[in-house]
C-alpha cells in the first residue's frame, strides 16, 4: 500500500552529505512520487536538512531518528511507519577511518564495521521481510569505490565496505526471486563532510606510535595524493544523488576510476594492480594530474562494463588500457630500482 499513491522512500544519515541530497532531490520529484523519511542519528542537526528542503519539509520530506549502530533504534524507527511499509530503502550512513593501521585502536575499527557494515545489514534485515512478502521493493546501498578497489591508510575503511559488497551480492540474487532490487553505488571521492574529517582532521594529527618512515609516507605521499584525487576526480554529492534514480547493481559513479578496476580485472594475478598503487602513491603521483585525464580518454569505453556487450565493444580499449597502465607500472617500477 503506497501512501497516496506515493512511494516510501527511508534514507539514512541525511545530516549531511549524499544522504541529505538524495533526500531533497527525491522529495522536489515534479510529479510528487515520494514520501521521503530522512532519518539521522541526531535530531540535533537537522537545521540543513530543512533548510534545503524549504517548503517542502513536512509535504514530501519528513526527519525521523534512526542511529544504524543501535537495534533499538533501528526498530523503533520502522516500527513508527504505518504499516512498516518501505518501498525503497536507501542504506546511506557511513564514517570513514584514515591513517597506519598500527596506530587505530580496535574499537575505532569495529566502530567502523558497526556502522558502514552492520548498520546496513541491520537496516535491511529490518526491512526485507516486508518487501519479500509483498514482492515488491527496492535497496540502494552507498557502498564506496574502496568496496572494490583498497587503497593504502584506508584499509579498515575499505574492508567494511568490501564486506558491504559481499554481502549485498549474495543477497542480490536471493531477492531476485522475490522481486526485491538490490543496488550498490560506488562513488569515487565526493566533496562532503567525509572529505574534511578524511583530510584536514589528518593535516595536523601526530602519531607518536608509529615508526618516522610510515608517518612519513602517511603525511608526505598519500596525504597530498588525496587531496590531488579530490580535486581530480571529486563529485558533488548531487551528481551521486542522481545515479539512485535508475540504477543497475554496480554503480561506479565515476568512469575517471574504471582504468583503475579494469586493471584490476584484467590481470587476474593482482600483481599489476598493486605495482600500479605502489607506484601511483611512491613515484608517480606528481604525474597524476596529467595521467588521470589521458587514461580517462584512452578507456572511455571501459566506462560501463556492467554487461556483456559492453564488455565486447570495450575489449579493444580494455586491451589499450591494460598495455598503457602495464607501461605506465612497468616504467615507474624501473624507474624505482634504478633509484
Ligand atoms: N564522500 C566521499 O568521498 C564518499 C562517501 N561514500 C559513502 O557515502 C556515504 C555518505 O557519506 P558522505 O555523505 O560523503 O559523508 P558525511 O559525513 O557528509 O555524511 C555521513 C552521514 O552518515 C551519518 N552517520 C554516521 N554514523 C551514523 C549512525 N551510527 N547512524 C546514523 N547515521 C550515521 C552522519 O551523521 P552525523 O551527522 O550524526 O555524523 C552523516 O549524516 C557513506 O556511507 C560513505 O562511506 C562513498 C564514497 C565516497
Ligand atoms: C587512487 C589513489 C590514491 C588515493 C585515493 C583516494 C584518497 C580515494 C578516496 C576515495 C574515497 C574518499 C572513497 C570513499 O568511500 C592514492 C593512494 C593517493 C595514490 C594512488 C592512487
Known amino acids: 500500500m503506497e501512501r497516496h499513491g506515493q512511494k516510501v522512500v527511508l534514507i539514512t544519515g541525511c545530516s549531511s552529505g549524499i544522504g541529505l541530497r538524495i533526500a531533497v532531490m527525491l522529495a522536489e520529484d515534479e510529479k510528487q512520487r515520494y514520501h521521503v523519511i530522512a532519518t539521522m542519528r541526531d535530531l540535533k542537526r537537522k537545521d540543513n536538512l530543512v533548510k534545503a528542503a524549504g517548503d517542502l519539509y513536512s509535504k514530501t520530506l519528513f526527519v525521523a531518528e534512526l542511529d544504524v549502530c543501535s537495534d533499538e533504534s533501528v526498530k523503533q524507527c520502522i516500527n513508527s511507519i504505518k504499516d512498516r511499509h518501505i518501498d525503497i530503502l536507501i542504506s546511506n550512513a557511513g564514517i570513514g577511518l584514515v591513517g597506519p593501521v598500527e596506530s587505530i585502536p580496535m574499537d575505532e575499527m569495529n566502530n567502523v564495521f558497526e556502522t558502514n557494515f552492520y548498520g546496513s545489514v541491520r537496516l535491511i534485515k529490518e526491512v526485507m521481510p516486508d518487501m519479500k512478502n509483498r514482492r515488491a521493493g527496492r535497496i540502494i546501498v552507498i557502498s564506496s569505490v574502496m568496496g572494490l578497489q583498497g587503497v593504502a591508510f584506508n584499509e579498515v575503511y575499505a574492508a567494511s565496505k568490501f564486506a558491504l559488497e559481499g554481502f549485498c551480492e549474495g543477497l542480490a540474487a536471493q531477492l531476485l526471486s522475490f522481486n526485491v532490487t538490490l543496488s550498490m553505488l560506488e562513488p569515487g571521492p565526493v566533496h562532503t563532510e567525509f572529505e574534511l574529517k578524511m583530510i584536514q582532521g589528518m593535516k595536523e594529527k601526530e602519531w607518536p606510535s608509529v615508526d618516522p618512515d610510515t608517518v612519513n609516507y602517511f603525511r608526505n605521499f598519500y596525504l597530498p595524493g588525496a587531496v590531488d584525487i579530490f580535486e581530480i576526480l571529486g563529485q558533488t554529492p548531487d551528481h551521486i544523488a542522481k545515479v539512485t534514480s535508475n540504477p543497475h ?46 587514461l ?44
Open 249 to 294: 547493481f554496480h554503480n561506479l559513479t565515476n568512469p575517471l576510476y574504471s582504468p583503475i578496476l579494469a586493471l584490476k580485472y584484467a590481470d587476474e594475478t593482482g600483481c599489476l594492480s598493486v605495482q600500479a598503487f605502489y607506484c601511483m602513491l611512491f613515484t608517480l603521483r606528481p604525474l597524476m594530474n596529467v595521467g588521470m585525464p589521458v
Open 296 to 339: 580517462k580518454y584512452l578507456t572511455f569505453g571501459c566506462k560501463s562494463i556492467t554487461n556483456k556487450e559492453d564488455y565486447k565493444k570495450s575489449n579493444i580499449t580494455l586491451t589499450f588500457s591494460k598495455s598503457f597502465l602495464s607501461l605506465f607500472t612497468f616504467h615507474a617500477v624501473d624507474m624505482q630500482s634504478a633509484l
